[in-house]
T-cell receptor, first 117, second 111 residues
Framework: GAVVSQHPSRVICKSGTSVKIECRSLDFQATTMFWYRQFPKKSLMLMATSNEGSKATYEQGVEKDKFLINHASLTLSTLTVTSAHPEDSSFYIC?????????????FGPGTRLLVL | GEDVEQSLFLSVREGDSSVINCTYTDSSSTYLYWYKQEPGAGLQLLTYIFSNMDMKQDQRLTVLLNKKDKHLSLRIADTQTGDSAIYFCAEVKAAGNKLTFGGGTRVLVKP
């Protein structure tokens, strides 16, 4: 099946620093990638939809200046948490749609656990 | 209420069948999915069903869709300890490509 990777798998940073998380589709091209946030024992909350070559579409309540998304190629999207604070600590998961496969199947990455001290 | 709802918890004995239920509100949903999440991991796509289907079977997994009642279920036959995880149902609406997830059902398989 289609594989999506994320890097890093976990990161610990100091408050005020910025953290970049990468999401890659390894064996398919993804014109659309999605970024989710998951709190402990909760469901996934869609943060934004990342489209290759254009600006991301953010969900209501998600600060676009806080969570910068870049989708520079068909296999890579990045999420940068700027000036991170402890309340940004969470599990961030990306997913990608295979543009050639058709349908609506999204393949998920393994997630990145962010801890802001 | 929430767009997609699931019960929180299911306990089942090893070897028995598990049935996880999900209800949704949007009749324009085109695809419905079941994902599995193990602790500390991402989501693994288990199966999906197109909205014009009633049933889909894939090895130990059987998905039933009652479109009239907007009810989706996942049956796992011969449940194993490795099936212990959180299971999410999700839908894609006809108007867009965003997944809407249920809250997840935590399945605990007891030996």
């Amino acid at each position: 099946g289609a594989v999506v990777s994320q890097h890093p798998s976990r990161v610990i940073c100091k408050s005020g620093t910025s953290v970049k998380i990468e999401c890659r589709s390894l064996d398919f091209q993804a014109t659309t990638m999605f970024w989710y946030r998951q709190f402990p024992k909760k469901s996934l909350m869609l943060m934004a939809t990342s489209n290759e070559g254009s600006k991301a579409t953010y969900e209501q309540g998600v600060e676009k200046d806080k969570f910068l998304i870049n989708h520079a190629s068909l296999t890579l999207s990045t999420l940068t948490v700027t000036s991170a604070h402890p309340e940004d600590s969470s599990f961030y998961i990306c997913s990608a749609r295979d543009r050639l496969a058709g349908g609506e199947t999204q393949y998920f990455g393994p997630g990145t656990r962010l801890l802001v001290l | 209420g929430e767009d997609v709802e699931q019960s929180l918890f299911l306990s089942v004995r090893e070897g028995d069948s598990s049935v996880i239920n999900c209800t949704y509100t949007d009749s324009s949903s085109t695809y419905l999915y079941w994902y599995k999440q193990e602790p500390g991991a991402g989501l693994q796509l288990l199966t999906y069903i197109f909205s014009n289907m009633d049933m889909k079977q894939d090895q130990r997994l059987t998905v039933l869709l009652n479109k009239k009642d907007k009810h989706l279920s996942l049956r796992i036959a011969d449940t194993q300890t490795g099936d212990s995880a959180i299971y999410f149902c999700a839908e894609v609406k006809a108007a867009g490509n965003k997944l809407t997830f249920g809250g997840g059902t935590r399945v605990l398989v007891k030996p």
